[in-house]
């Protein structure tokens, strides 16, 4: 083969090389799942993994995020502890005791002292949380116990406060909404926060915070804070990382020509039938794939044809897969035979 400037050889099936690639080291992959020390107790690691990435999960089984200091914080212990203690949320559940009394239409919510001292919780911020959630609904304070009353206008009060204690149940009062057990650790000499749970948009608000240095497992979720861009990096990271963990070498080309099918149309799309594989050119390519029947009574409903441009479909009609040579055709003009001069008649 003669120099080029080309990475592979023309009609190449990198599709299919890279499908090969990564789905059969997929077999070799363990079912363990790989512990983060004091935040989330198990992260899945290997073919679980894989899959979450692939069907392009909305929140992975355990979402990570790890938060980078500014410089000037980076190095000092106390401002990432400090950090960590202000991020992690403590639900209203966690501070109060909550009770319903329906005989008379109202919610008493009585702080637990010695918990909410431990949580660096106070009252002020427990009736904050208390406001933002109930809305207009009187609020009446004594000591350390709040009463909510409903309006009177209200026709069905008992089944509204019942819905209010679920919106209590859930009731924000410190911290960023998500984040649980943040951790600090060091590496190289400067600090950073390794936290349970995933909540970009809020954390990158936080003063002491590096924007740009904020990372999480949770694809989807940078996708919509960061961009398609960010995702596909992503993407790309989480992936290599998976196959590096259980010592299988594969080409990041491989990689990288998945990452860029799932994130090509501007949004993170898995693999599946709800995915790449449901959205085929072809009928038969994706009647081959899943719910056969299904394609194929669409297909006749809506007078559907099938241009046969993938390889699928054409394996299945018999013909030459357009691949390689053979999508190469060759054509030849054929000289025209000359025509013989007419001899002419003897006299």
């Known amino acids: 083969m003669t120099k080029s400037s080309s990475k592979i050889n023309p009609y190449s099936a990198v599709g299919i090389l890279a499908a090969q690639s990564l789905g059969e080291p997929g077999t070799q992959m363990t079912m363990r799942t790989f512990h983060y020390a004091g935040v989330a107790e198990h992260v899945p690691t290997g073919l679980p993994r894989l899959?979450?990435?692939?069907?392009?999960?909305?929140?992975?089984?355990?979402?990570?995020?790890?938060?980078?200091?500014?410089k000037k914080h980076s190095t000092k212990e106390k401002d990432a502890a400090k950090l960590a203690s202000e991020m992690e949320s403590v639900l209203?559940?966690?501070?109060?005791?909550?009770?319903?009394?329906?005989?008379?239409?109202?919610?008493?919510?009585?702080?637990?002292?010695?918990?909410?001292k431990l949580l660096g919780v106070k009252m002020d911020m427990v009736k904050e949380s208390v406001k933002k959630t109930i809305g207009a609904n009187k609020l009446e304070a004594r000591g350390d116990t709040l009463s909510i009353k409903l309006k009177a206008e209200k026709e069905k009060p008992l089944k509204d406060l019942r819905?209010?204690?679920?919106?209590?149940?859930?009731?924000?009062?410190?911290?960023?909404?998500?984040?649980?057990?943040?951790?600090?650790?060091k590496n190289k000499g400067e600090y950073f926060i390794r936290a349970s749970g995933s909540n970009?948009?809020?954390?990158?608000?936080?003063?002491?915070?590096?924007?740009?240095?904020?990372?999480?497992?949770?694809?989807?979720?940078?996708?919509?804070?960061?961009?398609?861009?960010?995702?596909?990096?992503?993407?790309?990271?989480?992936?290599?990382?998976?196959?590096?963990?259980?010592?299988?070498a594969v080409d990041i080309r491989h990689i990288l020509l998945l990452a860029d099918a799932m994130t090509a149309d501007g949004k993170v799309k898995p693999i599946g039938r709800h995915g790449l594989s449901g959205e085929k050119a072809g009928v038969m390519g994706r009647a081959a794939f899943e719910?056969?029947?299904?394609?194929?009574?669409?297909?006749?409903?809506?007078?559907?044809?099938?241009?046969?441009?993938?390889?699928?479909?054409?394996?299945?009609?018999?013909?030459?897969?357009?691949?390689?040579?053979?999508?190469?055709?060759?054509?030849?003009k054929a000289a025209k035979p000359k025509k013989k001069a007419k001899s002419k008649p003897k006299k």
């Open 291 to 332: 719910e056969t029947i299904k394609h194929l009574v669409h297909a006749s409903i809506t007078a559907e044809d099938d241009h046969l441009t993938g390889v699928t479909e054409n394996i299945i009609v018999g013909q030459t897969i357009p691949i390689g040579t053979g999508r190469i055709k060759l054509g030849m």
């Open 51 to 70: 899959i979450e990435i692939v069907d392009a999960k909305k929140v992975p089984k355990k979402p990570i995020v790890e938060i980078k200091l500014k």
């Open 200 to 248: 970009i948009k809020d954390i990158i608000k936080m003063e002491n915070v590096e924007p740009s240095q904020v990372y999480t497992n949770n694809i989807i979720e940078i996708e919509k804070t960061f961009g398609i861009e960010a995702a596909r990096n992503a993407i790309v990271r989480e992936m290599h990382n998976v196959m590096e963990l259980q010592g299988l």
């Open 163 to 185: 819905k209010i204690t679920t919106k209590l149940q859930k009731a924000l009062v410190k911290g960023v909404s998500g984040i649980k057990r943040a951790v600090v650790i």
């Open 92 to 116: 209203l559940p966690e501070t109060a005791i909550i009770q319903e009394n329906l005989a008379k239409g109202k919610i008493m919510i009585k702080l637990r002292k010695e918990e909410a």
